[in-house]
T-cell receptor, first 111, second 113 residues
Framework: EDKVVQSPLSLVVHEGDTVTLNCSYE??????LLWYKQEKKAPTFLFML????IEKKSGRLSSILDKKELSSILNITATQTGDSAIYLC???????????FGTGTRLTIIP | NAGVMQNPRHLVRRRGQEARLRCSPM?????VYWYRQLPEEGLKFMVY????????ESGMPKERFSAEFPKEGPSILRIQQVVRGDSAAYFC???????????FGPGTRLTVT
C-alpha cells in the first residue's frame, strides 16, 4: 500500500525566512506527486511533479522531485504571513486515480 | 469558470439519520473523487466516479456509505444511519479526463450529535 510521509510535522518561522518542506513516498508504479496548500477550507492545488517534469516553480514557491530518493521538497522563499497553512503532499500510481496523502506540515509564519 | 462546488457547507445530523452531501465538479471535468478528513488526520480517499459509473470504491466503508454520479446533476455521497464517528470534513475533488490534477471543493463539515 502507498505510504507518504511528510516532515517536519510543524514549523514556525519569521516572515522573510526561507522554508523547505519534505515529502517521501513509497509507491508501486509511481506516476505523480502533488503538493497542496490547505488553509481553513479546500486544499488548493500547487504543483504536480512527474517523471517527465521534476521541477516546478511559481513565484516564491518551487518544488523538486528526486526520483532516486523517492522524495520531494517544497521551497518557499521570502515567506509571508499569508503562507501560514498546512501543506499536503500526495502521490498517485498507474493503475488507479486516487491520491494518497501525507498528514501534512503545519507552517506558521510569525510577523 | 466556477470551481468545485459542494453543499451544504455544514451539516448537523442526529445519530441514526441520513446525510446527503452534494458535489458539482468544475465545468469540463468528468471525474469526481470523494475524500474524508477526520479531526487531526490526513485526507483519506473514499471513492472515484465518472458519469454513471463507480470506478474505485476501495476507500468506502462497506456499510452505510454509498456514492453516485448520475448522468445529470451533482455527485451525491450518502451516509445512512450516521454515527458519531462519521463526524468529519468530506471533500470532493474533480479532474478533467487524461490529467491527474485534482481540484478540491470547499468541503462539507458533518457533525453527528
Amino acid at each position: 500500500e502507498d505510504k507518504v510521509v511528510q516532515s517536519p510535522l510543524s514549523l514556525v518561522v519569521h516572515e522573510g525566512d526561507t522554508v523547505t518542506l519534505n515529502c517521501s513516498y513509497e509507491v508501486t508504479n509511481f506516476r505523480s506527486l502533488l503538493w497542496y496548500k490547505q488553509e481553513k477550507k479546500a486544499p488548493t492545488f500547487l504543483f504536480m511533479l512527474t517523471s517527465s517534469g521534476i521541477e516546478k516553480k511559481s513565484g516564491r514557491l518551487s518544488s523538486i522531485l528526486d526520483k532516486k530518493e523517492l522524495s520531494s521538497i517544497l521551497n518557499i522563499t521570502a515567506t509571508q504571513t499569508g503562507d501560514s497553512a498546512i501543506y499536503l503532499c500526495a502521490d498517485t500510481n498507474f493503475g488507479n486515480e486516487k491520491l494518497t496523502f501525507g498528514t501534512g506540515t503545519r507552517l506558521t509564519i510569525i510577523p | 469558470n466556477a470551481g468545485v462546488m459542494q453543499n451544504p457547507r455544514h451539516l448537523v445530523r442526529r445519530r441514526g439519520q441520513e446525510a446527503r452531501l452534494r458535489c458539482s465538479p468544475m465545468k469540463g471535468h468528468s471525474h469526481v473523487y470523494w475524500y474524508r478528513q477526520l479531526p487531526e488526520e490526513g485526507l483519506k480517499f473514499m471513492v472515484y466516479l465518472q458519469k454513471e459509473n463507480i470506478i474505485d470504491e476501495s476507500g468506502m466503508p462497506k456499510e452505510r456509505f454509498s456514492a453516485e454520479f448520475p448522468k445529470e446533476g451533482p455527485s451525491i455521497l450518502r451516509i445512512q444511519q450516521v454515527v458519531r464517528g462519521d463526524s468529519a470534513a468530506y471533500f470532493c475533488a474533480s479532474s478533467p479526463p487524461a490529467t491527474y490534477e485534482q481540484y478540491f471543493g470547499p468541503g462539507t463539515r458533518l457533525t453527528v450529535t
